[in-house]
């Protein structure tokens, strides 16, 4: 063990949202190592991180760095310390150059102007010293992802930084990028810096990191060290269990055609085409999954079945009609569900009681009505009955939505649209950053309106999800389709993601026949 | 079953409550430091309004078109729209009204009935005008509807002098209304009117559309998160349209009912500034249709009480503008008590978790 560098101990922190995002959590890092931090989206490892750069305040738990308790209000503060952080969205000016990016706020002065030599030859020194290899003149906007992550590194090092974090890293990153950048933070160590790494890729981790902490649901797993331990015994203790999760199903029967999408074409508001020329057929019984690299027209194609936008080119037929240019509202009614992919934007209203985000589709149903009035106990009837059937946990329907966890909140949304009883459901990641649990829960449901000969459209960026719950799998790359396996038995992971990538591609009559 | 109050309205009211007190906490400091005789003034201040059965209706009559345009700005501010046309929804409201009275001679109470019909209609399409230019063009509805303020005020003086005017006048008064126009009134010695007893089951209607109708639920929904609306398939440029329209109606009745109520011609030379007033109102009962009589209320005495005292002592009127202003400033600043809140929450989410642990 070598000398601590930072001690982060019982931090808890509550959202004004209600959501415990961390509870009791500790953090213990030695100088020079590289740390990592780990657990599944919404385990809290962003928060934390928020609180030690100051962005966040904690409601309680106390932080060391160096042996000294600090308690930054702001991150000006906490970057004088000697701690800086890439954040997983870049902090960029992208129409600024690379050097004044590096300088910005801190430009070595001429008189009242910026020194522009000195502040060039400064980041040219650092980058060659880290071997960051960039250009000080090019314009971020120009630059590739991975550059740009450079950048931000060099940011970070040019303000002094000791202790560096990793928000992610190689989330954005090609394979090859990411070999790049773990060569230079390995080079970091060497040079003394202490690295956080944060990320929920178990390889990675052990590919580079000593040591690792393991943050599951907002709480404190633990911590080890990287040799002593095995892939399985760190997944298990992410996860909370022994294994990946597996869904109990039994083989599908397909039905008939429900959704044929036919030559769909999208321009969206930047003009760019994001969805080229996709067709394909789901049918009733049948889950099909709907693989790719986010942002390759996964969303953008199930917001055009749902009628989210206009002047889309094709025709989508469900049910012997084509609904394209039909209102959400006629769409809900043909019996079309969808579980958007963005909660808290379109999901739920989180300023409205968890019943009133549980009728929004149903608000004109006679049902809830007497006299043409809105009836407060037919609507409690409902409500509680949904509360107790998807098993959200809150005090009560009259709680703000906002107040709920991810996952409960998640299942708002899910008890509202399968209780709509639709013919099929589009589920756009429906179980992204929520506890296993819920997660668990969504899948069981999933595979219930399966059996029951309803069409299920999913699209996950979760390649596990997509995998183990989908009976055929469409790939998507660059806004069409690259590949279709009317048996998801019949690919592999590995093979999946060359389609994913578009290093692999299957032709029309190959995606026909198969 | 116990509906339990969340935390949030708690403190949403206790704010509220805060910033009331605190306002006139330093009203009453200003009056001690600067008047010569501060106990009277703020003995009529506070009491003064209680004091007689007359200025009992003062208070009463003054309330009235408060609460109109309070349950307007809460009809409008619902559907998330900052629409500050009901001023001039109000006044052209008392126009269309004089309108009304003047140019039909329908029986009694039917060309009253006409004559109100008359200052909604006007009402609706004032406060439609910015919902309309909002949903199709995205204008700001802010920037739209302070301008087309202005358009209602000349606009409707105009009509009143071209057409209303009434020559024997030396202001620009338009012709005297029939008797029967008038409110009637209810007590001897106030002139406290049925216009009252409109304006609360006005009150009640509102509650009922917000509240118990799934319009109502819509308004609300759209002006909390437009993208879910639309997301659950509701029509949110209806919505915003048919809630601006009806808020507007609900000024220009208040034009009327004034109009009908305290007067007996129009004499409006300028906006009379009850739209304003609606928005204090509507911020003070928290956009609840139930709470507006009684923010007019308290809106009302302090008015009365400040009238009282300018008249009897050396402190202006202009001192409830003072406690008006302090009160939206501190009502709008989300950081007092914002400690309580989190201590609040905090303590229901330990709560939630516990009650996890157990299932």
Not at chain 1, 304 to 333: A, M, P
Not at chain 1, 372 to 393: C, E, S, V, W
Not at chain 2, 294 to 305: E, K, N, P, V, W
Request: positive net charge; aromatic residues 8%.
């Amino acid at each position: 063990m070598g000398n601590e560098i930072l001690r982060m101990e019982q931090i808890t922190k509550i959202y004004p949202n209600g959501v415990m995002a961390n509870k009791e959590v500790n953090l213990f890092v030695n100088a020079g190592e590289i740390h990592a931090l780990m657990g599944e989206n919404g385990a809290g490892k962003s928060t934390l991180m928020k609180i030690l750069f100051g962005i966040e305040p904690k409601d309680s738990g106390k932080i060391y760095f160096k042996g000294k308790e600090i308690n930054t209000q702001s991150a000006a503060e906490t970057i004088k310390l000697g701690i800086g952080m890439v954040h997983q969205h870049f902090m960029l000016v992208e129409s600024l150059r690379v050097y004044e990016n590096v300088i910005l706020g801190m430009e070595p002065k001429k008189g009242l102007f910026t020194d522009k030599e000195s502040a060039i030859q400064l980041v040219k020194d650092m980058a060659k010293k880290y071997n960051l290899n960039v250009d000080p003149m090019a314009k971020v906007s120009d630059l590739s992802v991975g550059v740009k992550q450079k950048v931000e590194i060099l940011k970070v090092l040019v303000r002094g930084a000791k202790l560096l974090i990793l928000d992610e890293p190689t989330a954005v990153l090609t394979p090859q990028e990411t070999k790049e950048l773990f060569e230079q933070l390995i080079l970091l160590k060497q040079n003394g810096h202490t690295i956080i790494f944060i990320s929920h890729k178990i390889k990675e981790v052990r590919q580079i990191c000593d040591n690792i902490t393991v943050l599951r649901g907002g709480r404190y797993v633990g911590t080890m060290p990287v040799a002593d331990s095995t892939e399985e015994e760190i997944s298990r203790f992410m996860v909370g269990r022994d294994v990946v999760l597996k869904v109990n199903k039994s083989p599908a029967k397909f039905g008939d055609v429900l959704l044929d999408v036919q030559n769909v074409s999208y321009i969206n508001q930047e003009n760019k085409k994001v969805l080229n020329n996709v067709s394909f057929q789901l049918k009733r019984g049948q889950i099909l999954g709907v693989a790719g690299v986010e942002g390759n027209g996964q969303n953008e194609l199930a917001e055009c079945i749902f009628g989210f936008y206009k002047n889309v080119q094709g025709k989508i037929i469900f049910n012997n009609q084509n609904i394209l240019e039909k209102s959400i509202h006629d769409i809900r009614t043909l019996g079309i569900s969808y579980i958007p992919e963005d909660r808290i934007k379109t999901g739920v209203a989180k300023d409205v009681t968890i019943w009133e985000n549980l009728v929004s589709d149903r608000i004109d149903s006679k049902e809830l009505k007497q006299k043409g009035l809105l009836n407060g106990k037919k609507i409690r009837d409902m409500t509680k009955k949904l509360i107790a059937d998807f098993a959200i946990l809150c005090k009560n329907e009259d709680q703000q939505a906002g107040m709920l966890s991810g996952g409960n909140m998640q299942k708002v949304v899910v008890a509202r649209e399968f209780s709509a009883n639709p013919e099929l459901l589009i589920a756009n990641q429906p179980t992204r950053g929520i506890d296993v649990g819920a997660n668990e829960f969504i899948w069981k449901k999933i595979v219930e309106q399966r059996d029951a000969g309803k069409g299920i459209l999913l699209i996950s960026a979760d390649l596990n999800e997509v995998m183990e719950l989908s009976d055929s799998i469409l790939v998507m790359c660059d806004g069409e389709p690259a590949a279709y396996f009317e048996n998801s038995k019949d690919i592999t992971e590995y093979e999946l993601g060359m389609y994913m990538l578009g290093i692999k591609k299957q032709t029309e009559q190959e995606r026909r026949g198969a | 079953m116990t509906i339990k109050k969340n935390a949030m309205t708690i403190v949403e009211i206790l704010r509220t409550m805060v910033a009331i007190f605190c306002s006139l906490l330093m009203v009453f400091a200003i009056i001690l430091l600067v008047s010569d005789q501060p106990v009277s003034a703020l003995r009529d201040f506070l009491i003064g309004p209680l004091t007689s059965v007359r200025r009992i209706g003062n208070v009463i009559e003054a309330m009235t078109p408060l609460i109109f345009t309070g349950l307007s700005v809460t009809m409008l501010y619902r559907a998330g729209l900052f629409n500050l046309a009901m001023e001039g929804a109000f006044f052209i409201g008392a126009v269309a009204a004089t309108a009304g009275a003047l140019l039909f001679d329908l029986p009694p109470v039917i060309n009253l009935v006409v004559a109100m019909a008359f200052a909604m209609i006007a009402g609706g399409i004032v406060t439609f005008i910015p919902a309309i230019l909002k949903v199709k063009c995205h204008a700001n509805e802010l920037v739209t509807s302070l301008m087309l303020n202005y358009v209602c005020l000349y606009l409707g003086l105009y009509i009143i002098t071209a057409f209303f005017y009434d020559p024997q006048m030396n202001s620009n008064y338009s012709y005297m209304f029939a008797d029967s126009m008038v409110l009637p009134k209810l007590f001897s010695k106030t002139r406290i009117n049925t216009g009252t007893i409109i304006a609360l089951v006005t009150v009640f209607v509102v509650w009922l559309i917000l509240n118990k109708t799934s319009f109502g639920y819509k308004v609300t929904l759209v002006g909390k998160n437009d993208n879910m609306a639309k997301y659950s398939g509701i029509h949110a440029g209806i919505v915003i349209i048919g809630s601006q329209i009806l808020g507007g109606m609900l000024a220009g009745l208040g034009g009327s009912v004034e109009l009908f109520g305290m007067y007996q011609r129009f004499q409006y030379q300028g906006l009379p500034g009850y739209g304003w007033d609606g928005v204090l109102i509507a911020i003070v009962a928290r956009y609840q249709a139930k709470y507006i009589p009684l923010a007019a209320l308290f809106l009302a005495y302090l008015r009365i009480g400040a009238d009282i005292m300018s008249r009897n002592t050396d402190i202006p009127f202009e001192i409830v503008k003072i406690i008006q202003a302090i009160m939206i400033v501190l009502i709008s600043a989300q950081a007092i008590l914002s400690k309580y809140r989190q201590k609040l929450v905090v303590k229901e989410a330990k709560e939630l978790e516990e009650m996890g642990e157990k299932v």
